[in-house]
Structures are given as C-alpha cells and as structure tokens.
C-alpha cells in the first residue's frame, strides 16, 4: 500500500456498504479484514480521530465481510497514505 494512490477522503460519498449476503466466507480473508480493521481502530484512536466515523462502520461487517468492504478498507489505508504528513490535533481551533 506504500505506493498506492492516496485518497482525499477515508471513503467518498459513493461508498455504500451493505451486509453480505453470500454465506460460507473465507475465514482467513475474514481474519484478515479483522486485523485491518483493528489497525483502523487503534489508528483512530491515537492520532487520526477524523477517521474514526468510516472505521466504525466497517466495523459492523466483521463477521462476513466482502469485496466491497475489503476495498473500503484499503481506501481508508490509502487516505492514511496520503495524509501522513498532516497533523491532526481536535483540540486546537485554526
């Protein structure tokens, strides 16, 4: 992902996020879309709050997630990306 395009947004106003309806998932695609979202939370929580929203969301599909959630995902990771450099104190008034 270090090389990915980066997002101005976690995830634009096109994303919408449905149940997966499919049964019978990978369950290691599924682990894995746990930890990212993880990594996502702790994120967050320690210095990126202005994502927060997006992640909680996604957090709501951990138990069968699909392509559509797995992509909004690496969307927020590529927003990550591209804000690396920004500092985001919610405290401060600009």
């Given at each position: ?41 702790y994120a967050a929580h320690m210095t990126h709050p202005n994502i927060l929203y997006a992640v909680i969301i996604l957090t709501q599909f951990t138990k069968n997630p699909s ?28």
């Open positions: 992902m270090e090389n990915a395009n980066a997002m101005s947004t976690p995830n634009g106003p096109t994303c919408t996020l449905e149940e997966n309806k499919e049964t019978g998932g990978d369950i290691l695609t599924s682990q894995d879309y746990v930890t990212a979202v993880g990594k996502l939370l392509v559509t959630h797995r992509t909004a995902v690496k969307n927020i990771f590529r927003y990550l990306n591209g804000t690396m450099n920004h500092i985001f104190t919610p405290w401060r008034r600009h």
